[in-house]
């Protein structure tokens, strides 16, 4: 089920990683941590956790994505089981293109509404402050100049 209004979202980051990397991972971190769930017992209790409450929620947005359903988003797969740093690059590459497409597509339905004067579209991709107190199609005039 998908959660219309509830939450935009642009992709999913699953951090792939096999139960005993996690183990050796969390076992060297309890050495200087602290951490009273540093322990064999409680991180296969979260992998369990993990398998059984997130492992179907990722398969069905995989599923609606490969579908086409939701065609601006997409479930992106990383490798955790490499070093921090690999898996902290690849992280960050598939960040900065979901950022720059957003970026990009909100400036071009932005442009879109100020093309065909819509000032609802136009208000609705603005900062709310732009309008406190001030009708919004003065506003529209004022930042975008007047219509043809």
């Known amino acids: 089920r998908l ?3 509830v939450a935009m979202l642009w992709s999913v ?5 096999p139960l005993d990397v996690l ?11 602290g951490r009273s769930d540093d322990n064999l017992e409680s991180v296969q209790k979260r992998f369990r956790t993990f398998e059984k409450d997130t492992v179907p929620v990722i398969d069905n947005l995989r599923q609606v994505s ?8 997409s479930v992106e797969d990383i ?7 690999a898996v902290w690059q690849e992280s960050q590459k598939i960040l900065n293109e979901l950022i ?5 597509t ?3 339905v932005l442009l879109e ?3 065909r004067q819509d000032v609802v579209a136009y208000q609705a991709l603005c900062d709310d402050g732009w309008f406190k107190g001030q009708d919004v199609a003065d506003v529209f005039r004022r930042q975008e100049g007047p219509g043809e």
């Open 3 to 5: 959660m219309k209004n």
């Open 13 to 17: 980051l699953v951090y792939q990683c």
């Open 23 to 33: 183990e050796a991972r969390i076992l060297e971190r309890a050495k200087i941590s």
């Open 66 to 73: 490969s579908q086409n359903k939701m065609p601006q988003w």
């Open 79 to 85: 490798r955790g089981d490499q070093d921090l740093e």
């Open 100 to 104: 720059l497409h957003d970026v990009l």
């Open 106 to 108: 909100a400036n071009a």
């Open 113 to 115: 509404a100020v093309e």
